[in-house]
T-cell receptor
Framework: SQTIHQWPATLVQPVGSPLSLECTVE??????LYWYRQAAGRGLQLLFY??????ISSEVPQNLSASRPQDRQFILSSKKLLLSDSGFYLC???????????FGDGTRLSIL | KNEVEQSPQNLTAQEGEFITINCSYS?????LHWLQQHPGGGIVSLFM???GKKKHGRLIATINIQEKHSSLHITASHPRDSAVYIC????????????FGQGTRLTINP
């Protein structure tokens, strides 16, 4: 069966520090992969999605970047975190367009 | 105006009540999801539907494509149903992506 792993579960980082959040999927090949952010009191917002290795689409201009170095690995990064980067980050995957999305457990990121 | 609007934003009810959460959208869609987010943040997909009605246990989801409206119903509600319920749509153009409503916070009191 397919599973999605996302880590760490919580992270506290100082302003200006770098960031790397990792997401891996097991039990499937060539998934679509997604990074979402949920700011406090707000809805989910799509940040990046990828339909294949090295293919990244960015939805909103921001301080973050994403990479997909392997088929089932999706990484969210920042060189210098801002206070506004605080939030709950969710990784998700699905098997193709309009297919149900399956979510990781999320990473709660606090910037001090 | 958001492309996906949910109502109500907050709902408190007593155990056993019948619950309805509504979702309206203003764009062309290929499918609609209902998601459940628990206090810890994890999200579970409840339904994906593109027409008609689906039922799973005490949960029922309906969609009216012509009216661009969907409802999520919970029968015989229970405190463990307390969560944020999120409506999300796959756009016809750009079907890789989901567009989310702002969520409905449901609290069921014993």
């Amino acid at each position: 069966s397919q599973t999605i792993h996302q880590w760490p579960a919580t992270l506290v980082q100082p302003v200006g520090s770098p960031l790397s959040l990792e997401c891996t999927v097991e039990g499937t090949s060539n998934p679509n992969l997604y990074w979402y952010r949920q700011a406090a009191g707000r809805g989910l917002q799509l940040l990046f999605y990828s339909v294949g290795i090295g293919q990244i689409s960015s939805e909103v201009p921001q301080n973050l970047s994403a990479s997909r170095p392997q088929d089932r690995q999706f990484i969210l990064s920042s060189k210098k975190l801002l206070l506004s980067d605080s939030g709950f980050y969710l990784c998700a995957w699905n098997g193709g367009d309009s297919q149900p999305q399956h979510f990781g457990d999320g990473t709660r990121l606090s910037i001090l | 105006k958001n492309e996906v609007e949910q109502s109500p934003q907050n709902l408190t009810a007593q155990e056993g009540e019948f619950i309805t959460i509504n979702c309206s959208y203003s764009v062309g869609i290929s499918a609609l999801h209902w998601l459940q987010q628990h206090p810890g943040g994890g999200i579970v997909s409840l339904f994906m539907l593109s027409s008609g009605k689906k039922k799973h246990g005490r949960l029922i989801a309906t969609i009216n494509i012509q009216e661009k409206h969907s409802s999520l119903h919970i029968t015989a509600s229970h405190p463990r149903d307390s969560a944020v319920y999120i409506c999300a749509v796959h756009l016809i153009q750009g079907a890789q992506k989901l567009v989310f409503g702002q969520g409905t916070r449901l609290t069921i009191n014993p």
